[in-house]
């Protein structure tokens, strides 16, 4: 008989990496609460008006968008983190390979993890740069990957899920046995 947590154990990277995206957000839901003027200094402290010619102007539309990409780095992390968790909850109760189930709570867990990140790096580079595609651009070596296992692994689960709910029955597998509690 397979239990639940021999199930759980399968996928638990990516449990965990979710979870840390979880916590990400939260995290900086509570920095936002708790020292929100003091993230915005610290925004500020990083773009030199020198960077900007002195154009006052040029450099708030930088340090407004660097505080919305701060926002998307919130939002980001509890959007795609619950999403993988329970992607990953879901692939877990399947009955598909172990190693392809593996991967992809991988995939989706350091996908939103460091699709958020990214958001968060480049609400950090955008003052400096005095550019935000220019900051966002430089990430792009993170944004691209993340972005990818994260849509990645959604197809990977709903093709699984095709192939374990609407396929033949496979009651030869040895993941097949019912759950126990």
């Known amino acids: 008989m397979t239990t639940l947590l021999s199930r759980l154990r399968v996928v638990r990277v990516g449990i965990l990496l979710s979870l840390l995206t979880l916590a990400f957000g939260y995290g900086l839901g509570a920095a936002f609460g708790a020292a929100e003027d003091a993230l915005k200094a610290h925004l500020a402290a990083r773009a030199p008006m020198s960077t900007y010619n ?3 102007d040029a450099r708030d539309r930088i340090l407004s968008k660097s505080w919305v990409y701060f926002k998307r780095a919130h939002l980001h992390a509890n959007g795609l983190g619950t999403t993988s968790l329970v992607l990953i909850l879901l692939l877990a109760a399947l009955n598909a390979n172990r190693l392809l189930k593996q ?3 991988f995939g989706l867990g350091i996908g939103g993890l460091g699709y958020a990140l990214y958001w968060l790096l480049a609400g950090l580079r955008s003052p400096a740069f005095g550019d935000t595609h220019a900051a ?3 990430l792009a070596w993170l944004a691209i990957p993340s972005a990818g ?4 692994g959604l197809l990977a689960v709903v093709v699984i899920v095709v192939m374990c709910l609407f396929g033949p029955s496979h009651t030869d597998k040895p993941d097949s046995a019912p759950l126990e509690a």
């Open 54 to 56: 002195g154009d006052a």
């Open 103 to 105: 991967s992809v709570a």
């Open 136 to 138: 966002k651009e430089s």
């Open 149 to 152: 296992l994260c849509m990645a």
